[in-house]
Protein backbone atom coordinates (compact mmCIF):
# COMPACT_ATOMS: atom_id res chain seq x y z
CA UNK A 1 0.00 0.00 0.00
CA UNK A 2 1.09 3.70 -0.77
CA UNK A 3 0.08 6.46 1.20
CA UNK A 4 -0.78 9.45 -1.59
CA UNK A 5 -1.20 13.53 -1.18
CA UNK A 6 -2.16 15.51 -3.28
CA UNK A 7 -1.68 19.62 -3.72
CA UNK A 8 -1.72 22.66 -6.15
CA UNK A 9 -5.22 22.69 -6.61
CA UNK A 10 -6.91 26.26 -6.66
CA UNK A 11 -8.64 29.06 -8.56
CA UNK A 12 -7.69 29.97 -11.62
CA UNK A 13 -8.78 32.14 -14.56
CA UNK A 14 -9.84 30.66 -17.89
CA UNK A 15 -6.84 30.28 -20.23
CA UNK A 16 -4.50 29.91 -16.87
CA UNK A 17 -2.32 26.84 -15.63
CA UNK A 18 -2.23 24.70 -12.60
CA UNK A 19 0.43 22.19 -11.88
CA UNK A 20 -1.23 19.55 -9.36
CA UNK A 21 1.47 17.07 -7.45
CA UNK A 22 1.16 13.86 -5.77
CA UNK A 23 3.48 12.88 -2.78
CA UNK A 24 4.13 8.82 -2.38
CA UNK A 25 5.13 7.51 1.00
CA UNK A 26 6.96 4.87 0.67
CA UNK A 27 10.41 3.17 -0.83
CA UNK A 28 8.58 1.46 -3.55
CA UNK A 29 6.97 4.25 -5.55
CA UNK A 30 9.24 3.62 -8.86
CA UNK A 31 6.97 0.03 -9.17
CA UNK A 32 3.46 1.83 -9.10
CA UNK A 33 1.53 2.71 -12.20
CA UNK A 34 0.26 5.76 -11.25
CA UNK A 35 -3.16 7.89 -12.60
CA UNK A 36 -5.20 11.36 -12.15
CA UNK A 37 -8.69 11.14 -11.95
CA UNK A 38 -11.54 14.16 -11.18
CA UNK A 39 -15.20 14.61 -9.89
CA UNK A 40 -17.03 17.19 -10.77
CA UNK A 41 -20.26 18.21 -8.64
CA UNK A 42 -23.00 15.64 -9.72
CA UNK A 43 -20.55 13.44 -11.79
CA UNK A 44 -19.02 9.96 -11.77
CA UNK A 45 -15.33 10.69 -11.08
CA UNK A 46 -13.18 9.97 -14.42
CA UNK A 47 -10.32 9.36 -15.89
CA UNK A 48 -7.93 12.48 -16.94
CA UNK A 49 -4.22 11.20 -17.37
CA UNK A 50 -1.86 7.93 -16.58
CA UNK A 51 1.84 6.95 -16.43
CA UNK A 52 3.59 3.76 -16.41
CA UNK A 53 5.99 2.84 -12.98
CA UNK A 54 9.19 3.97 -15.37
CA UNK A 55 7.32 7.09 -16.64
CA UNK A 56 7.73 5.15 -20.37
CA UNK A 57 4.18 5.21 -21.17
CA UNK A 58 1.84 8.07 -20.69
CA UNK A 59 -2.07 7.94 -21.73
CA UNK A 60 -4.50 10.38 -21.53
CA UNK A 61 -8.45 11.19 -21.68
CA UNK A 62 -9.75 13.07 -25.14
CA UNK A 63 -10.59 16.06 -23.09
CA UNK A 64 -7.20 17.09 -21.84
CA UNK A 65 -5.37 15.53 -24.98
CA UNK A 66 -3.10 18.49 -25.76
CA UNK A 67 -3.06 20.53 -22.54
CA UNK A 68 -2.05 18.29 -19.83
CA UNK A 69 1.00 16.52 -19.30
CA UNK A 70 1.43 13.87 -16.93
CA UNK A 71 5.19 13.45 -15.62
CA UNK A 72 6.91 11.63 -12.22
CA UNK A 73 10.10 11.79 -10.73
CA UNK A 74 10.44 8.54 -8.90
CA UNK A 75 14.14 10.04 -7.06
CA UNK A 76 11.28 12.44 -5.43
CA UNK A 77 8.45 9.89 -5.29
CA UNK A 78 6.23 12.34 -6.88
CA UNK A 79 3.90 12.60 -10.23
CA UNK A 80 2.99 15.36 -11.11
CA UNK A 81 -0.12 16.93 -13.96
CA UNK A 82 1.09 20.12 -15.42
CA UNK A 83 -2.57 21.95 -16.70
CA UNK A 84 -2.45 24.85 -19.16
CA UNK A 85 -5.42 26.36 -21.27
CA UNK A 86 -7.76 25.65 -18.07
CA UNK A 87 -11.47 26.15 -19.42
CA UNK A 88 -14.21 26.18 -16.84
CA UNK A 89 -15.10 22.14 -17.39
CA UNK A 90 -12.07 21.63 -15.77
CA UNK A 91 -13.26 22.34 -12.83
CA UNK A 92 -13.32 19.32 -10.17
CA UNK A 93 -11.87 17.58 -7.25
CA UNK A 94 -8.72 16.06 -8.77
CA UNK A 95 -7.06 12.43 -6.90
CA UNK A 96 -4.39 10.61 -7.77
CA UNK A 97 -4.50 6.92 -7.99
CA UNK A 98 -1.65 4.21 -7.63
CA UNK A 99 -1.48 0.48 -8.59
CA UNK A 100 1.39 -1.97 -7.86
CA UNK A 101 2.89 -2.82 -11.35
CA UNK A 102 1.24 -1.84 -14.44
CA UNK A 103 -2.32 -1.95 -15.57
CA UNK A 104 -3.72 -3.57 -18.59
CA UNK A 105 -6.99 -0.75 -18.63
CA UNK A 106 -5.09 2.68 -17.31
CA UNK A 107 -8.40 4.74 -18.01
CA UNK A 108 -10.37 2.38 -15.58
CA UNK A 109 -10.96 3.13 -11.88
CA UNK A 110 -11.03 -0.84 -10.89
CA UNK A 111 -7.41 -0.84 -12.10
CA UNK A 112 -5.96 1.37 -9.32
CA UNK A 113 -5.72 0.28 -5.07
CA UNK A 114 -4.89 3.41 -3.56
CA UNK A 115 -6.20 7.27 -4.10
CA UNK A 116 -5.15 10.08 -2.22
CA UNK A 117 -8.01 12.71 -0.73
CA UNK A 118 -8.04 15.17 -3.87
CA UNK A 119 -7.74 18.59 -4.35
CA UNK A 120 -9.62 21.08 -5.66
CA UNK A 121 -9.37 22.63 -8.84
CA UNK A 122 -11.53 25.61 -9.82
CA UNK A 123 -11.68 27.77 -13.16
CA UNK A 124 -13.59 30.59 -13.56
CA UNK A 125 -14.66 32.30 -16.72
Known amino acids: QVQLVESGGGLVQAGGSLRLSCAAS????????MGWFRQAPGKEREFVAA????????YYADSVKGRFTISRDNAKNTMYLRMNSLKPEDTAVYYC??????????????????WGQGTQVTVSS
Open 97 to 114: AATLGNWDYPESRDEYDD
Open 26 to 33: GRTFSSYA
Open 51 to 58: ISWSGGST
